[in-house]
Antibody, heavy 114, light 113 residues
């Protein structure tokens, strides 16, 4: 059974880079059945797709975040990662990783504050 | 970009009674492969989202049959035949026709009267 788990710092300073990793277990990230994505949810608000990656490394980003986002995959570790640069308070959110929007991680809260 | 619009945004329901949520997309969600990638997600309080329905009407693994999806083109509906206490939460429609891009509706809060 495929499972995903996010990890990374819960607090990031303004203007710095947010970095998160999603570890996939119960299946291979190299599976062609899925693309791997990041979604976020600000406190009390709805869901926003950040971007997705195929195991081949092809990436796709939300146009509103594209200039600040990098998603990468490490097939040897069965992980994929998110980097969001130049963060501000508006980037405070629960960040989820997901397999093709079918299977979701538990989410990790990231607060941007000095 | 495709915009997803849900109605209502809040739905107080009586236990055991049906509930219905509508979702409209700003353009057709029919993919060139003939499929329509419209999904419904449930988010219980304090929990991550969970896939309920994919490709309009297919229940995901483990989803009770009181949940059903219907629709076509730009108009879609999620129905709960008899609301149970564990159904309280926020429901999102989402399109993945432009996969791997995804777009979500605003969410509909289902609560018990």
């Amino acid at each position: 059974q495929l499972q995903l788990q996010e990890s990374g710092p819960g607090l990031v300073k303004p203007s710095e880079t947010l970095s998160l990793t999603c570890t996939v277990s119960g299946g291979s990230i190299s599976s062609s059945n899925y693309y791997w994505g990041w979604i976020r949810q600000p406190p009390g608000k709805g869901l926003e797709w950040i971007g997705s990656i195929y195991y081949s490394g092809n990436t796709y980003y939300n146009s509103s975040l594209k200039s600040r986002v990098t998603i990468s995959v490490d097939t040897s570790k069965n992980q994929f990662s998110l980097k969001l640069s130049s963060v501000t308070a508006t980037d405070t959110a629960v960040y989820y990783c997901a397999a093709a929007f079918d299977i979701w991680g538990q989410g990790t809260m990231v607060t941007v504050s000095s | 970009d495709i915009v997803m619009t849900q109605t209502p945004l809040s739905s107080p329901v009586t236990l055991g009674q049906p509930a219905s949520i509508s979702c409209r997309s700003s353009q057709s969600l029919v993919h060139s492969d003939g499929n329509t990638y419209l999904s419904w997600l449930q988010q219980r309080p304090g929990q991550p989202p969970r896939l309920l329905i994919y490709k309009i009407s297919n229940r995901f693994s483990g989803v009770p049959d009181r949940f059903s999806g219907s629709g076509a083109g730009t108009d879609f509906t999620l129905k709960i035949s008899r609301v149970e206490p564990e159904d309280v939460g926020v429901y999102y429609c989402m399109q993945a026709t432009q996969f791997p891009h995804g777009t979500f509706g605003q969410g509909t809060k289902v609560e018990i009267k």
